[in-house]
């Protein structure tokens, strides 16, 4: 919430012999809506309640940028608050510049300096007052460090994904061997709130005492009795099998004992499509929900597998209401490298989108590690795969042909296939193309 300042200015705070009356600065700021967050979060104000803050909480907003002006501006650095007086004339808004003007106007003693403030908008006056503060014997300096970021994490991307399932009738799930709080809360919770039907597959006691020691009921849930973490995966399983539960749901058993049930030729959800996994994520300093897919099943996947991959996350994020999802193919490098088999399967994959499977483009790093790292010196233009603009990626350099969109192409004259491309005579045979 701190006033703007150029990183490479010192920090010199004013001392005694230099705090003149009459002395003016200013300091401009933007207010962003994460310092609204945070003040909500210091005053307790719930979720649901952030569009109507209490007046303590725009208090303690303008409060901290009078005090990080009084620290940083003027007086500065060494000073010590000895006493403050504000009136709050409007609340201040997400979005709005805020210019901070300070003014000495009074030394009620040698030490002691009194600096007026206003704090004025584009919408016109936010506060305005006045802070005595005790000023040092000699000026202070601070080394222009760069200043932490406070992130705020709110969960918004899960909160809409969360808010879709209020439109939608509940989803029946068996949940395999939920013994232990977490993985039986989950579940109990999405009960009641109307997102899904459990069917708790396990031992009928051991769930009694879970939900009991940890305040909750089974009342209104369907059990199974199982008493292995195996059988409870192979009674899950079939109740999908048999359509009396639309999804499957990991308890507390271990991940490939539930997957041996998945994959079983026998009673199992084989299908003709790779099993894959996906992570939903909720990076709060990246504008949208980003799913990293496969990162739990597949070790080594092949071309075909990786295809199959990329398939089951479309369709997934198609279900979840992404009209057009975006694909990015990760590697080590952004370009097309015949001793990194990972870009020639990106290459090839980036080929299939081209004659007709879904949007994706490779290989490239993480968007969101290349959004604040990517050097602006070599020219980077928008990432048309991320949708954001603060990812980017490296721009056609002309006839060289490295433009993401092209790794394909430059497999094939890589590996000497060069398409439509006439290929010169041999000196020795013209009718016949040189190899």
């Given at each position: 919430?701190?006033?703007?300042n ?5 920090l010199?705070?004013?001392?005694r012999?230099?705090a ?8 401009e700021?933007?207010?962003q809506?994460?310092a ?12 649901l ?40 004339v409007?609340d201040p ?10 003014t ?26 006045a ?24 969960h ?5 994904l969360?808010?879709r ?7 029946t ?8 709080r ?17 069917i ?26 199982a008493?292995?973490?195996?059988a409870?995966a ?26 041996a049930?998945?994959v ?24 949208k929900?980003?799913f990293i ?43 097309v ?5 990972s ?6 994959l ?27 010196g070599?020219?980077?233009q ?7 603009r ?12 490295r ?26 045979h ?5 190899r």
């Amino acid at each position: 919430m701190g006033t703007r300042n150029d990183p490479a200015e010192q920090l010199v705070g004013l001392s005694r012999d230099q705090a003149f009356v009459g002395l003016t600065t200013s300091a401009e700021h933007t207010l962003q809506e994460r310092a609204f967050d945070l003040v909500a979060a210091l005053s307790g104000t719930p979720d649901l309640e952030r569009d109507r803050l209490p007046d303590a909480a725009y208090a303690l907003l303008i409060q901290g940028m009078i005090l990080d002006f009084t620290a940083r501006r003027l007086p500065g650095p060494g000073c010590e608050v000895l006493s403050e007086e504000l009136h709050f004339v409007s609340d201040p808004t997400p979005g709005d510049r805020i210019t901070i003007t300070g003014t000495v106007i009074s030394r009620p003693s040698e030490d002691t300096a009194t600096v007026a403030l206003m704090l004025d908008s584009q919408r016109g006056r936010l506060a305005e007052g006045a802070v005595t503060v005790r000023l040092p014997a000699d000026p202070v300096t601070l080394r222009p460090e760069a200043r932490p970021d406070i992130i705020m994490h709110r969960h918004r991307h899960l909160e809409r994904l969360l808010a879709r399932s209020n439109d939608a009738p509940p989803l029946t799930a068996a949940v395999a061997w939920p013994c232990d709080r977490d993985s039986l809360l989950g579940p109990i919770e999405a009960r009641a709130q109307g997102a899904m039907r459990p069917i708790l597959v396990g031992p009928r006691e051991t769930l009694e005492s879970i939900a009991a020691a940890a305040g909750a009921s089974l009342v209104g849930c369907e059990v199974v009795e199982a008493d292995t973490p195996h059988a409870a995966a192979a009674a899950a399983v079939r109740l999908c099998r048999e359509g009396r539960a639309g999804a499957l749901m990991k308890g507390s058993l271990h991940t490939d004992e539930l997957m041996a049930a998945v994959v079983a030729r026998d009673g199992g959800l084989r299908s003709t499509r790779r099993i894959s996994h996906v992570f939903a994520m909720d990076v709060p300093s990246y504008p949208k929900p980003l799913f990293i897919t496969d990162a739990a099943i597949n070790i080594a996947p092949d071309l075909a597998t990786k295809a199959d991959i990329i398939q089951n996350a479309v369709d997934m994020l198609r279900a979840l209401g992404v009209a057009e999802p975006k694909v990015a193919i990760l590697s080590a490098v952004e370009t097309v490298n015949p001793k990194i088999p990972s870009t020639l399967d990106a290459a090839a994959l980036c080929k299939m989108a081209d004659r007709g499977a879904d949007h994706r483009r490779g290989p490239g790093r993480p968007p969101g590690l290349r959004q604040r790292h990517q050097p602006r010196g070599r020219g980077s233009q928008e990432d048309r795969v991320a949708g954001s603009r603060r990812c980017r990626h490296p721009p056609r350099p002309g006839p060289r042909g490295r433009e993401h969109g092209c790794q394909a192409a430059q497999l094939s004259r890589r590996c000497g296939q060069r398409g439509d491309r006439p290929r010169r005579p041999s000196p020795d045979h013209p009718d016949q193309p040189r190899r």
